[in-house]
Nanobody
């Protein structure tokens, strides 16, 4: 079993900042990538950003230059620093983990989601 625990969501004014964290625990042999997705009401879940095991990153065009994803391999934790937040960033943010199990096999896991609301 693998658990993802997210934290850091909340309500912030436009132009403000938030930092999300997601810590993984369990029988993980290797982490391929860690990332963040978001889902706004009435919309499909979309990629926000992802970071590979080697540290390369990929972002949605809508967040480039404002959001930064990073990871601490020793802590199996991924972070999302969100700056210059806009009302359209309001969504439930989900942590995503692609990993190899100690018992064999490749898997994808999701966090429970954390609400980010941007409003004045």
């Amino acid at each position: 079993q693998v658990a993802l625990v997210e934290s850091g969501g909340g309500l912030v004014q436009p132009g403000g900042s938030l930092r999300l964290s997601c810590a993984a625990s369990g029988s993980i042999l290797n982490i391929y990538s860690m990332g963040w997705y978001r889902q706004a009401p009435g919309k499909q879940r979309e990629l926000v950003g992802v970071i590979s095991s080697g540290g390369s990153t990929n972002y949605a065009d809508s967040v480039k230059g404002r959001f930064t994803i990073s990871r601490d391999n020793a802590k199996k934790t991924v972070y999302l620093q969100m700056n210059s937040l806009k009302p359209e960033d309001t969504a439930v943010y989900y942590c995503n983990l692609r990993w190899a199990g100690s018992g064999g096999g490749d898997f994808t896991s999701w966090g429970q989601g954390t609400q980010v609301s941007v409003s004045s």
